[in-house]
């Protein structure tokens, strides 16, 4: 039996990927974060949102050692983030800057693979932090990437519909044609691999436009080497298959698709045992907990669904695996952003800041704000540098305000030269944390703007934000001017909703999209 048992609500568009570790789950969105929640209880880690970022999320991932989680974006960057602190460990510019569409860790956690929508692969070397290898592998898109369990080979699938098996040197050993018609969505390696006397055999799912999901058999031989063999193709979902999963014990496979529907398979027979029908929109991610009995899917319909799985087939979680908290219903069903201002941010008075900033424990920022005269239009175009060099904050100066103030318990008699230097270092780095708090703080309430209750086409489908100058590109759609006009000067000649290329770069205004966000703005 399936059952759903919590729904989190946080992102404010569409969820791409979800990802488990054996403590975390992360989930990654259109709306340009990612979001970060313990398994235990499935609340929000206090860093989360990560919004490092600057466009649409479409992937995440964790290493197998637990400490990094990797996320890709149309910013043609791919971050790793420390999973402790929420940090960024290391940023990735894909080779040519094109958007990054997959990205996914070898399992010994020293290598990373990233997909771009050009057809390039790109292999990074974390403990060096550089590029140790790129290829194309066609003009399609790579959207999927996995590891097989030993880390001796990956498979990369593209919107051409081809599934390409790759040694860790990134030389093709193996290549399927038209595995998917009209295009891979998503592949993953089972965890476990046998062994058949000189052969060492692998099982792969993949997914597709076709609206298929395919069992593989992936067999290496020492002499024969790299061999791939169709087992099952299982067709019970009724559109495109976005996503796949297999389970940490090989049991079981999870799907998603454009009908709406999860489907769980047995992966042993290739025999369906459910369908569940919760989410409202497309589902486009799925993936197994390695601990405990979850599973977790992803949909455009902005929510993110946990199911419990209770099934016989699943003997590796039944060995003494403990379940979630029992409270986990009522954490986290239905939870949302507070959502009860009544103005929109940019309309809002000094008095409304300064309101704000109690509420988000801002309090020691109130005078430095009504000072500066931060309104709500102000507080929006608020930046890191802004914040430095014309509000002091995260700076030398302000760090010297706020050690005073935390010194003045103390008697300067009493503090010796390397106590007054670390409290001088820690009052440094409590500004700059600060400063990050503003901006987090800030990014969230942008983040309302795209509620419900914004039609989808006022938003930018590069930034996802009301446009405020939009424009009418080659490919039909419409655009902020600033963002197509940055994406086609970083040598994007491909249309960002489409990925053809533009048969031209001029965008004329839209003049009367900008008329209809006016009205509707007014009437909020």
Known sequence: MVSLICTLQDHRDDVNWCAFSASLLATCSTDKTVRVYSVRDFSELPFSPLTGHGYGVH????????????????????VVWHTDSGDIAA?????????????????????????????????????????????????ATVVACSFSPCGQAFVTGSSYGDLRLWDPEMNQQQAVKNAHDLGVTCCHFAPQMQSDGDSV???????????LLKIWIISHHAEAGWKMQLLYTLAGQSAPV???????????????????????????????????????????????????????TG?????????????????????????????????CEGRRLAGHRSLLMGDWSEDDVSAWLHEEGLEALVDTFKANNIDGAELLSLSKEMLAMELNIG???????????????????????????????????????LRNKVIRKVTELKMELIGTGVPDEFLCPITREIMKDPVLAADGYSYEREAIEDWIKAKNRSSPMTNLPLPTTTVTPNRTLKMAISRWKASQ
């Open 395 to 433: 700076t030398a100066a302000h760090a010297k305000g706020t050690q005073t103030r935390g010194a003045n318990r103390f008697s300067p008699a009493h503090l010796c030269r390397e106590q007054r230097s670390a409290l001088w270092t820690l009052a440094l780095r409590e500004s700059a944390g």
């Open 91 to 139: 940023a990735f510019e894909h080779p040519g800057r094109s958007p990054v569409r997959v990205c996914a860790f070898s399992p010994d956690s020293a290598h990373l693979v990233s997909g771009g929508s050009d057809g390039t692969l790109a292999l990074w070397d974390l403990r060096t932090k550089t590029l140790r290898r790129t290829c194309v592998v066609n003009e």
């Open 201 to 211: 055999l692998f099982r792969l799912s993949s997914c597709g436009q076709d609206s």
């Open 299 to 331: 949909s455009m319909d902005k929510t993110v669904n946990i199911w419990r799985v209770e099934d016989g087939n699943s003997g590796y979680w039944n060995e003494g695996k403990s379940l979630p908290v029992a409270n986990t219903d009522a954490s």
């Open 59 to 78: 992937c995440c991932c964790f290493s197998a050692c637990g400490r990094y989680l990797a996320s890709c974006s149309t910013d043609a960057t791919t």
């Open 242 to 296: 976005l996503s796949c999963s297999f389970s940490a014990d090989g049991q079981l496979l999870v799907s998603g698709s454009v009908d709406k529907t999860v489907t769980v398979y047995d992966a042993n027979q290739g025999v369906l045992l459910y369908t569940l029908k919760h989410h409202e929109r497309y589902v486009t991610a799925c993936a197994f907990s390695p601990t405990v009995p979850l599973i977790a």
